[in-house]
């Protein structure tokens, strides 16, 4: 049982644009988000979180939003970069656990 | 301050050996989680350690195991190694593991069993 889903495998965008990458989770105990990034033959590198208590948080060029009722989160990218080229994760966790729930990954493409 | 630091790098074994990965996490974290990689998979949790004590497990056979020492430092260990073990082995730390702590992950470990 997939608890937290990524259903675009890639995404591909032009320098400069807008990029959004989906997430989507069951579990309605999940309290706590967060998105990585990871190039080839690197560990995950932390991006952005947010707690539920949070509808958006912004950092920079990265802004997550959190839609609760639809138990759905995005992560935007503006503008976009090709160095943002990598997979991309979601995760999700509860105050009460001690483990993150990953997403599948959506692989992200930048265009120059 | 030094990052998550992951060794070997690499490894390169056979069906049914057993090996050994070892992660030293950041100064100061006293959690350690450890997940496997593979493609298609996602990152799929293994075990989470705190003060030398498993607090939770995934849902892996109990041929993977571990163990964290009184410095935090963990080891993660695998017998009698299958060819659905080769994957990317991750270790991350966080200062106390509660599920809103950020994990920082290591580099990793690619297993590759032949």
């Known amino acids: 049982d997939q608890q937290v889903k990524q259903n675009s495998p890639s995404l591909s965008v032009q320098e400069g644009r807008i990029s959004i990458l989906n997430c989507d989770y069951t579990?309605?105990?999940?309290?706590?988000f967060l998105w990585y990034k990871k190039y080839p033959a690197e560990g995950p590198t932390f991006l952005i979180s947010?707690?539920?208590?949070?509808d958006k948080n912004e950092d920079g060029r990265f802004t997550v939003f959190l839609n609760k009722s639809a138990k759905h989160l995005s992560l935007h990218i503006v503008p976009s970069q090709p160095g943002d080229s990598a997979v991309y994760f979601c995760?999700?966790?509860?105050?009460?656990?001690?483990?993150?729930?990953f997403g599948t990954g959506t692989r992200l493409k930048v265009l120059a | 301050k030094a990052g998550v630091t992951q060794t070997p790098r690499y490894l390169i074994k056979t069906r049914g050996q057993q090996v050994t990965l070892s992660c030293s996490p950041i100064?100061?974290?006293?959690?350690v989680s450890w997940y496997q990689q593979t493609p298609g998979q996602g990152l799929q949790f293994l075990f989470e350690?705190?003060?030398?004590?498993?607090?939770n497990k995934g849902n892996f056979p109990g041929r993977f195991s571990g163990r964290q020492f009184s410095n935090s430092r963990s080891e993660m260990n695998v017998s009698t190694l299958e060819l659905g073990d080769s994957a990317l082995y991750l270790c991350?730390?966080?200062?106390?593991?509660?599920?809103?702590?950020?994990?920082?992950f290591g580099p990793g470990t690619r297993l590759t069993v032949l």
């Open positions: 991350a730390s966080s200062l106390v593991g509660r599920g809103t702590d950020t994990q920082y």
């Open positions: 350690y705190f003060s030398e004590t498993q607090r």
């Open positions: 100064s100061g974290h006293r959690s």
């Open positions: 947010i707690s539920s208590i949070k």
């Open positions: 995760a999700a966790s509860w105050a009460g656990t001690y483990k993150y729930i």
């Open positions: 579990n309605s105990m999940f309290d706590y």
